[in-house]
């Protein structure tokens, strides 16, 4: 039986990613995971988003996943950008779609979709 509940749906970028790039994924707010803070505060203030510590326990895909899933009830029909540092990214790329760059996944009672975001790109200048 499929989930009746939204997904909720987040965009993990790494840290330096463009701020248009998020912003038009239109996301309601921007969590910044362990190592990735300064350039999450940073892109929370182009975007004019409020920026919340990711409560994961650890910066290592399991800690992204498991702070997502902690996270889905309260953005469930929202998008969120997750801003995290490459390695992790590049961690979790590894272990749940083939590729690299940014990704999308919705998370609901059924589980967890993955997908590559292909409108993320690395800032330039200031």
Same mark, same amino acid.
């Given at each position: 039986?499929? =989930? ?6 987040? &965009?993990?970028?790494? /840290? ?9 994924? !239109?996301?309601? /707010?921007? #969590? ?5 803070? =300064?350039? /999450?505060? $940073? ?9 919340? =510590?990711? %409560?994961? !326990? ?9 702070? &997502?899933? $902690? ?8 998008? *969120? ?12 790329? !590894?272990?749940?779609? %083939? ?12 589980? #967890?979709?993955?997908?590559?975001? %292909? $409108? *993320? ?6």
């Amino acid at each position: 039986m499929s =989930d009746l509940q939204c997904a909720a749906t987040f &965009l993990l970028v790494p /840290a330096g990613t463009a701020a248009d790039a998020v912003g038009s994924a !239109r996301a309601v /707010a921007l #969590h910044a995971a362990p190592g990735a803070a =300064d350039a /999450a505060t $940073e892109l929370a203030r182009l975007l004019d988003l409020p920026v919340r =510590d990711l %409560p994961a !326990r650890e910066a290592s895909p399991g800690g992204i996943v498991w702070a &997502l899933d $902690e996270l889905a009830d309260e953005y469930r029909g929202e998008r *969120v950008a997750v801003v995290v540092t490459a390695e992790v990214l590049t961690a979790l790329r !590894r272990v749940v779609l %083939p590729g690299e760059g940014a990704v999308v996944v919705e998370v609901d009672a059924d589980g #967890h979709r993955w997908a590559p975001w %292909p $409108e *993320v790109r690395p800032a330039t200048g200031r």
